[in-house]
């Protein structure tokens, strides 16, 4: 089994800067993506950032040039650094992996998500 624990959520002034955390534990075999995603209320959940096993980085919709993705492939922990929050980034932020737990095979696994909330 795998398991991804997210740290590093909370409140946060208007213009200021929050670095999110994911660590993946237990069966991994090899990584082929890390990301994050979120999900405003009453929203669908969307991509913020992705980065893959060939450093591919994609990021969603207006957030490139104030987040900024990266992974720890030995320690199987991907990183959000987001600077520059604005109320519209108010969300519940959720880790994502692709990864083998056994050769041959491959599964997608959510992180149990953390709240952001960017607010005067």
């Known amino acids: 089994q795998v398991q991804l624990v997210e740290s590093g959520g909370g409140l946060v002034q208007p213009g200021g800067s929050l670095r999110l955390s994911c660590a993946a534990s237990?069966?991994?075999?090899?990584?082929?993506?890390m990301g994050w995603y979120r999900q405003a209320p009453g929203k669908e959940r969307k991509l913020v950032a992705q980065?893959?096993?060939?450093?591919?980085?994609n990021y969603g919709d207006g957030v490139k040039g104030r987040f900024m993705i990266s992974g720890d492939n030995a320690k199987n922990t991907v990183y959000l650094q987001m600077n520059n929050l604005q109320p519209e980034d108010t969300a519940v932020y959720y880790c994502?992996?692709?990864?083998?737990?056994?050769?041959?095979?491959?599964?997608?696994?959510w992180g149990q998500g953390t709240q952001v909330t960017v607010s005067s």
């Open positions: 980065i893959t096993n060939g450093d591919i980085i």
């Open positions: 994502h992996f692709l990864l083998s737990e056994r050769p041959l095979t491959q599964g997608r696994y």
């Open positions: 237990g069966s991994v075999y090899s990584i082929l993506a």
